[in-house]
C-alpha cells in the first residue's frame, strides 16, 4: 500500500477498532498518533474503555452499549478529516505534561552487554564506535509493550541496526539496554528475550509504587549516558 491508502479505520474485534495512519512510523505520523489519541479521549471520554496508542496506529476499546460502531466511525472519519486540514502545520498537544527528554544513565560493557562486542565486529566497528553511535542518538518512544514498562526506541543509527538472536535467552537481566534491527529498548524486569545486549541502565523503568509508574511515555524521547562502572554500582547495578 502506498501512502494514498491512509488513513485506514478497520474493525479489530466486536468492541475495538484500530486506526492506522500510515504505513511506517516515523516522527510526524507519531505527533498525528499522539494528537488524535488526545481528541479522541478529551472528546469521547467514558464511552472508551480504553486508547492504545503505538508506533503508527491507536486500537480503540468502546464500550458498544453506550456507543454504535457506525457512529464511531463518523466520528473518527471527522476528526481524521481536521487532522488531515492541519497535516502542514505544528500540531498542539494540550495532555497536561508536554513531550520530554528523558536520560536514561547505561553502563556499556561487555559485562553487561555480553553482545556488544560481537555487536561491532559484525559492523566492522570499535566497541567505543558503537557505544558512541548508540549514546549519540535521541530516541522516540514509539510505543510501550511485551512487559510493563518496555519502551520501543527509534531509531538506532543504520551502521549499528543488528538483527535479533536466532535463539532468544531464556532470561535477559533486569535493565538491559539492547539493540534489535533499528529499535533499541531497555528491559525494565528479567525476562526472556532476543535483543543484542549492549549495556544496562541501573534505574527502575517500572515501579507500581511510583507516580508515575514509567519515567517515560508515548511522545517522549529518551538519551543514553553512558557511564563508568563506579557509577553503575552507585546507582544500584550490579
Given at each position: 500500500?502506498?501512502?494514498?491508502?491512509?488513513?485506514?479505520?478497520?474493525?479489530?474485534?466486536?468492541?475495538?477498532?484500530?486506526?492506522?495512519?500510515?504505513?511506517?512510523?516515523?516522527?510526524?505520523?507519531?505527533?498525528?498518533?499522539?494528537?488524535?489519541?488526545?481528541?479522541?479521549?478529551?472528546?469521547?471520554?467514558?464511552?472508551?474503555?480504553?486508547?492504545?496508542?503505538?508506533?503508527?496506529?491507536?486500537?480503540?476499546?468502546?464500550?458498544?452499549?453506550?456507543?454504535?460502531?457506525?457512529?464511531?466511525?463518523?466520528?473518527?472519519?471527522?476528526?481524521l478529516?481536521?487532522?488531515?486540514?492541519?497535516?502542514?502545520?505544528?500540531?498542539?498537544?494540550?495532555?497536561?505534561?508536554?513531550?520530554?527528554?528523558?536520560?536514561?544513565?547505561?553502563?556499556?560493557?561487555?559485562e553487561?552487554?555480553?553482545?556488544?562486542?560481537?555487536?561491532?565486529?559484525q559492523?566492522?566497528?570499535?566497541?567505543?564506535?558503537?557505544?558512541?553511535?548508540?549514546?549519540?542518538?535521541?530516541?522516540?518512544?514509539?510505543?510501550?509493550?511485551?512487559a510493563?514498562?518496555?519502551?520501543?526506541?527509534?531509531?538506532?543509527?543504520?551502521?549499528?541496526?543488528?538483527?535479533?538472536?536466532?535463539?532468544?535467552?531464556?532470561?535477559?537481566?533486569?535493565?538491559?539496554?539492547?539493540?534489535?534491527?533499528?529499535?533499541?529498548?531497555?528491559?525494565?524486569?528479567?525476562?526472556?528475550?532476543?535483543?543484542?545486549?549492549?549495556?544496562?541502565?541501573?534505574?527502575?523503568?517500572?515501579?507500581?509504587?511510583?507516580?508515575?509508574?514509567?519515567?517515560?511515555?508515548?511522545?517522549?524521547?529518551v538519551?543514553?549516558?553512558?557511564?563508568?562502572?563506579?557509577?553503575?554500582?552507585?546507582?544500584?547495578?550490579?
Amino acid at each position: 500500500m502506498n501512502r494514498s491508502d491512509y488513513p485506514q479505520i478497520r474493525q479489530a474485534s466486536e468492541n475495538s477498532l484500530l486506526i492506522y495512519l500510515a504505513a511506517n512510523a516515523e516522527p510526524r505520523v507519531l505527533a498525528q498518533v499522539q494528537w488524535l489519541s488526545q481528541q479522541l479521549k478529551v472528546q469521547l471520554g467514558a464511552l472508551l474503555l480504553n486508547i492504545v496508542p503505538s508506533y503508527n496506529s491507536i486500537l480503540l476499546v468502546y464500550d458498544f452499549l453506550k456507543l454504535d460502531q457506525a457512529q464511531l466511525e463518523l466520528f473518527i472519519t471527522d476528526l481524521l478529516a481536521q487532522l488531515n486540514q492541519l497535516q502542514n502545520q505544528p500540531l498542539q498537544l494540550h495532555t497536561g505534561s508536554e513531550s520530554r527528554i528523558i536520560e536514561l544513565p547505561c553502563y556499556y560493557s561487555t559485562e553487561t552487554g555480553p553482545d556488544l562486542t560481537r555487536v561491532a565486529a559484525q559492523h566492522g566497528l570499535s566497541v567505543p564506535e558503537v557505544i558512541k553511535k548508540h549514546s549519540d542518538e535521541l530516541y522516540q518512544v514509539y510505543a510501550i509493550g511485551f512487559a510493563p514498562g518496555f519502551a520501543y526506541l527509534g531509531w538506532v543509527d543504520e551502521s549499528i541496526a543488528t538483527p535479533r538472536l536466532k535463539t532468544p535467552r531464556l532470561a535477559v537481566p533486569a535493565g538491559s539496554v539492547a539493540i534489535a534491527d533499528r529499535q533499541t529498548a531497555v528491559y525494565p524486569s528479567t525476562s526472556p528475550g532476543g535483543w543484542n545486549l549492549v549495556g544496562n541502565c541501573p534505574l527502575p523503568l517500572f515501579d507500581l509504587n511510583r507516580d508515575p509508574v514509567m519515567p517515560f511515555s508515548i511522545g517522549d524521547a529518551v538519551r543514553f549516558i553512558p557511564i563508568e562502572r563506579s557509577e553503575y554500582l552507585n546507582l544500584g547495578g550490579c
